[in-house]
């Protein structure tokens, strides 16, 4: 049973950084598709970005342009670069991963960390 520890997350004014990682456990070269999720206060979890093994990416609208995701499948991990972050980025932020394509449905992903905080103030 595969593994994911998600790391990085923080406190950081509107316009920050931050840099978050997930580390599997064993490898993810049969995960085809990994991913970062978010789930704000109060909201539902949504699909932020995700890329599979020939690193095709998916980004949502509201990311798109401040984020980008990368995985260095020979170290087991997985990265999100946040730049140009807003307060409505707040959220728990989760790392997941499924062996079959990427899509949005979070009920099909096999593979879930347990979150790391990221928290922006304007």
């Known amino acids: 049973q595969i593994q994911l520890r998600e790391s990085g997350g923080g406190s950081v004014q509107s316009g920050g950084s931050l840099r978050l990682s997930c580390s599997a456990s064993?490898?993810?070269?049969?995960?085809?598709?990994m991913g970062w999720f978010r789930q704000g206060q109060g909201k539902e979890r949504e699909r932020v970005a995700t890329?599979?093994?020939?690193?095709?990416?998916t980004y949502s609208p509201s990311i798109a342009g401040r984020f980008t995701i990368s995985r260095d499948i020979a170290e087991n991990t997985l990265y999100l670069q946040m730049n140009s972050l807003k307060p409505e980025d707040t959220a728990m932020y989760y790392c997941?991963?499924?062996?079959?394509?990427?899509?949005?449905?979070?009920?099909?992903?096999?593979?879930w960390g347990q979150g790391t905080q990221v928290t922006v103030s304007s």
């Open positions: 997941a991963a499924r062996p079959d394509f990427c899509n949005g449905n979070l009920r099909q992903y096999n593979y």
């Open positions: 064993l490898s993810t070269s049969r995960l085809n598709c």
């Open positions: 890329i599979d093994t020939s690193h095709r990416t």
